[in-house]
């Protein structure tokens, strides 16, 4: 099968400006994640959703950070305005489970985009 | 809410010797367990996961890890290491939050090995 698609892989942009980053989830995942992974840390979550809806966002910093997964398949992830802290890989995963039975389901992960803030 | 401590952001054996990494939960309630790896510029890919179904799993590469409900631990090993296990080792845990179940994950146990 397919994995999980994320583009682009590096973006490199100012402060202030604002990015975007796409993921295609593993097809059939009802279930996606996006993580930040800061330098020398492990995976934070920041949203996840069930098919189109959100389950989880307590983590966004939605003053800032927004994402959405239009009809359930894909999803985006926009920063505006970006600051200096956002610079972090972004991961995408999904999982075939839902949320209420997802526990005991792995994570598939893409290979995240790169942000570099400057 | 869950958290994941793993003891040691940097691990270094020769080749041949015994892996350990250590990670520890806290919950009540035993969740779902998991260790991933992530080799450079990529995404983590699953070793293993423990379900309640026995307390000493099996994963990919020779790794294993064993559930401790009494020490709240989920230790990683493998008996012999190989230069190519050198990467970061993620433990994380997958509780249920107000119906839902939410991944948490460790900061990272870089594993060295040398020649």
């Known amino acids: 099968e397919a994995g999980v698609a994320q583009s682009p892989r590096y973006k490199i942009i100012e402060k202030r400006q604002s990015v975007a980053f796409w993921c295609n989830p593993i097809?059939?995942?009802?279930?996606l994640y996006w993580y930040q992974q800061i330098l020398g840390q492990g995976p934070k979550l920041l949203i996840q959703?069930?098919?189109?809806?959100?389950?989880?966002d307590s983590q966004l910093p939605k003053d800032r950070f927004s994402a959405e997964r239009l009809k359930g398949v894909d999803s985006t992830l926009k920063i505006q305005p970006a600051k200096l802290e956002d610079s972090a890989v972004y991961l995408c995963?999904?999982?075939?489970?839902?949320?209420?039975?997802?526990?005991?389901?792995?994570?598939?992960f893409g290979n995240g985009t790169r942000l570099t803030v400057t | 809410a869950q958290s994941v401590t793993q003891l040691g952001s940097h691990v270094s054996v020769s080749e041949g010797a015994l892996v350990l990494l250590r990670c520890n939960y806290s919950?009540?309630?035993?969740?779902?367990l998991f260790w991933y790896v992530q080799y450079p510029n990529q995404g983590l890919q699953l070793l293993l996961k423990?379900?309640?179904?026995?307390?000493l799993v099996k994963g990919i590469n020779g790794f294993e890890a064993e559930f401790k409900k009494s020490e709240t631990s989920f230790h990683l090993t493998k008996p012999s290491a190989h230069m190519s296990d050198a990467a970061e080792y993620f433990c994380?845990?997958?509780?249920?939050?107000?119906?839902?179940?939410?991944?948490?994950f460790g900061r990272g146990t870089s594993l060295i090995v040398h020649p």
């Open positions: 097809s059939g995942h009802a279930t």
């Open positions: 994380a845990v997958s509780d249920r939050s107000g119906g839902s179940y939410i991944p948490t």
């Open positions: 959703f069930q098919n189109n809806g959100v389950v989880d």
């Open positions: 919950s009540s309630v035993p969740p779902y």
């Open positions: 995963a999904s999982s075939p489970g839902t949320p209420a039975s997802v526990g005991n389901s792995p994570l598939h």
């Open positions: 423990y379900t309640s179904a026995a307390t």
